[in-house]
């Protein structure tokens, strides 16, 4: 190998990459995050020793699948069959670029694939955004996560060819399966998954270094590799320290021979060993978060509802030439009738021969379109209470009515909620009315107490009805988060703050996309408290007018953007 | 994957029952598995599937009638002579397009011979079998309303693309999901006749155990499968025995008043909770070998039958099935 440097992150990328090669199905795949050069020669590498095949991520059922070819079936006359690109790539594994942004269809049938052990997987994560990721159905599914982003090595990677077999490496023993899943639970990794892949690593890494059963160096690896990318939480402190003389593990799994003598000590500390391998191995970036208490992010896109697809569903508008893939549907009179008027023509370059009721070629193929509906609803909840109202509301009133103005471009839907005095109400529906929000607006007064509760648990009911119609929604919270007001309307602080927890903890909880914009004129901490408990963004603005709101909205949440 | 022996499922008692029961009156309504991911709730209804003795169908139908069925509906399968075949189990994948769920106009003959032919979906190969939906609350509201209906009514109809066709869907629909990441609409979570939730096994133990069986199983499948064959049999046996039993057991007045007085306690809406109670009470009296209905099943089953029919309240942060435990308890004693 022409690795020298143990510490970066490719090391243990390569290690995964030669685990992989010698089970594929076992492992069923690796995730590689990060467009690095290491992750191009990484690739690159585990092609010399796996057949990868290229997915694209407009793949359609019948190429992934198998099916007719209707194009190759049209011109001979025949049905042509062709097989789908997952039995092309039995044997070897399916390479899908830009998994990030992988279509829910698709990973769909990679799920299925996977789970009959039809097909193995390499995905390249691109994701720059921190709620992009692959969809978690699949991710679940491969033994290995790589994160390659700050890899610094750029040499060609090359994977020595598989030699042992995981067939000829020994179960591992109970000491071995308690030491794993301790840590498992150390770790706060919960899918059983993860815990079975992790014992078929330790084997795999005894199986690559030509041992019969796996050791405690096999077990740290599997570790390393399997269970510290998945972590969800930092493993607690024993009350006891661990002894100050156990040196920490060899970090690129070289193998240390223990004498008999020491064997016993060794068992009883194997868990912590593991442990402590994990922590050392979890990524940088989730080791922050996890400092922070802060559950991994999940791929937002599996909480707020299906995204639209413009080319299946919708008000029917009328066919144009095209193939069905992809979700299209054919429009079929519109393709026979394409069709009719070159049937004299066809049937004299046919021949006699062809007794096909009507000769179909590719052109006459037309697809069903649909008028495309409103991608994304934002929903703004605006604080009119007394405090907020001084200054702020006016701001607030114009930067809705500007987004309102854009929305109206883009066929985005705004609503408008707002809470003062001792409750929350639904201003204005999901609309795209002009008019309606103007008025909306205008007749807002301003004043009273701060219900903050009651206005998150407007604003989150009325995003739930949003998703439950299969579009997607994201709240807009304009306030000072000085809530007073309990969630039952009645007055004081502690209690207010309680309920506003438990409020915005609940939008978490349904993964809805939200936004804070602190618009008091001194921002506390409040603010910012109350987007954590959301799961959401912050923004603080104190001397901002609409514009300036409205530009800072539309570059945290890109309104404009079909979804 | 080899298909895991059901026996062989450590743990997961209540999504194991919850499926039996489904097994033994599949007119219960389906189940959803409320959970995380990698805690077996696939392996589970795969298992079961796998246990179930064959059926008979019609040689070579698509929609796998049965001799009733071939009865009921003539337009579909004509007289084909029975033959033995595994029970279904259909996999619903994410993103499935509901051409393919509830089938669609056969392209290829409309194009080659100008002939409207039906093509079979999913759910003509689900017939008198199982529908599993992993992640059923990502599934678009549409497809979900449907197959709700279809599973209801046992029965598929379509009517677009100029085609009109009537076969038979009777299926156990069995959804899973985490509520986390999206909830299902009441309306819908009414419509499914048992909930049970299942997590992660904590114990250190059990997760060993459930390491060990996996590890064996991949090794040698065969031998795994022959090894847990007789605790299979004995459960198909169960299953049996309850189905058989099934219509002879009526639940009398007392239960059918407890039902009721504990779904007015936990404030379940509609009749469906009570009627599900019921039926899911009988069912588990049927698997038990039991004589009658009584009690002891209408506590047992209680919460799967009910716990995904309360009204939430964001803000009550407890369970519903310590709701329905603790009304039991002041209910029944």
Redesign the interface.
Known sequence: MSLTDAADPLHDAVLAARLFALSPR?FGGMVLRGGSPARDALVAGLGEVVALRRLPGHVD?ERLLGG?D?AA??SA???IRQRGLIDEATGGALLAGMAERM???????L??AL???RAALVLLDDATEPDEAPP??LT?RLAFACELTHSREWRAVELDAAKGTL?AVA??D?DA??A???T??ALGV???????FA??AARGLAALAGRDAASKADLTGAVRLVLAPRATQLPQEEDAAPPEDQPPPPPDGERDEQSDSEQQQQELDLSDILVEAAKAAIPADLLAQLAQGNAPR?SSS?????KRKAA?RGKPLGARPGM?RG?A??A?ID??RAAVPWQAVRRREAGAGND???L?RKEDLRIRRFEERAARVTIFAVDASGSAAAARLAEAKGAVELMLGQAYVTRSEVALVAFRGSSAELLLPPTRSLTRARRALAELPGGGGTPLALGL?AA?EVA?AV????RSAALVILTDGRANIA?DGSPGRPQAKL?TE??AR?IM???IDSLVVDISARPGPEGAELARAMGGRYLALPRADARMIQAAINAVQPIGKAA | ?ARFPFSAIVGQDEMKLALLIAAVDPSIGGVMVFG?????K?TAARALAGLLPPIMAADGCLYGCSTQDQARYPGVCGTGKMKSRAVPFV?L?????E??VIGS?D??R?????EKAFEPGLLAKAHRGFLYI??IN?L???LVDLLLDVAASGENVVER??LSVRHPAKFVLIGSGNP????L?PQLLDRFGLSVEV????D?EV??A???L???N??DPESFAARWAGEDEKILKRVAKGKARLPKLEAGDDVLRDAAELCLAVGADGLRGELTLMRAARALAALDGAKSVTRKHLIAIAPSALRHRLRRD??DETGSTVRITRAMGELFG
């Open positions: 076992t059922d007719i209707l079936s049209l006359g025949r049905p279509d829910t269809r698709i990973a769909g049938r799920v299925q789970d009959d052990d978690v159905s679940e067939a179960p591992l109970d399966l308690r794993l899943a301790a498992a639970a919960d899918s059983l998954r993860a815990l079975i014992g078929e999940r599996s909480g707020t509802g299906q299946t069905p979700g549907k054919l079929l393709s026979l096909a009721a009507i179909m648990n989150r739930e998703i439950a119609r299969g969630a309920d438990a409020a609940a909880a349904r993964g | 994957m995380d991911r990698g805690t077996g696939s996999d994948p994410l993103g499935a397009t051409d393919r106009l392209l290829e409309a194009l080659r011979s100008g992993d992640e990502l678009e509201d549409h693309e100029g986390e990441e999206g909830e609409r997590r992660s096994p904590k250190i997760r060993i459930i390491m060990r996996v590890a064996e991949e090794r964001v803000l």
